[in-house]
């Protein structure tokens, strides 16, 4: 990783490389992203603990989390890009310390859940993961005509 200045900015943008050979591309499991905070560092027992059902609408699933209703669907990685699931190696002090990130899984999808509320086009991570075809759109060349 470097650092490169932003013109005219007076900010410090972080780089971060990486090969396609250094990912190991075997996932070792499912991914949940759960609208909640759950205090464990490592791999979760997930299939004891969540057990999704289909639901009427095609895709949805539904399941409960500490009594709670979740509703959500699976969501693939944009075509040519690789989801990631990485490690801090050391939590930094100060928001300027370079932070060292260490990959410990890729993942071509993920199951997303909302709390009680059905997955929609309009949820934060679809339109995050539909973000990656605007940016290519506008920094694509431009022909003169």
């Excluded at 932003?6 to 090969?19: C, K, N, P, Q």
């Excluded at 990912?23 to 949940?32: A, F, I």
């Excluded at 859940?113 to 991570?125: C, G, H, M």
């Amino acid at each position: 990783p470097g650092r490169k200045a932003a013109e005219g900015s007076g900010m410090a943008v972080r780089w971060i490389g990486l090969a396609s050979g250094d990912l190991p591309l075997r996932p070792r499991g499912e991914v949940h992203l759960l609208p909640a905070r759950v205090r464990l560092d490592g791999e979760a027992k997930v299939a004891e603990y969540l057990r999704p059902a289909e639901r009427e609408e095609p895709g949805e699933m539904q399941a409960s989390f500490r009594g709670r209703a979740l509703r959500g669907r699976d969501l693939p990685v944009p075509p040519g890009y690789v989801g990631l699931i990485l490690k801090e190696d050391q939590e930094s002090c100060l928001e300027e310390e370079d932070r060292r990130v260490t990959v410990m899984s890729a993942f071509p999808s993920l199951t997303y859940w909302n709390l009680e509320t059905p997955p929609t086009a309009d949820d934060s991570v679809v339109m995050a993961m539909s973000w990656t075809q605007i940016a290519e759109a506008v920094h694509a060349p431009v022909e003169d005509q």
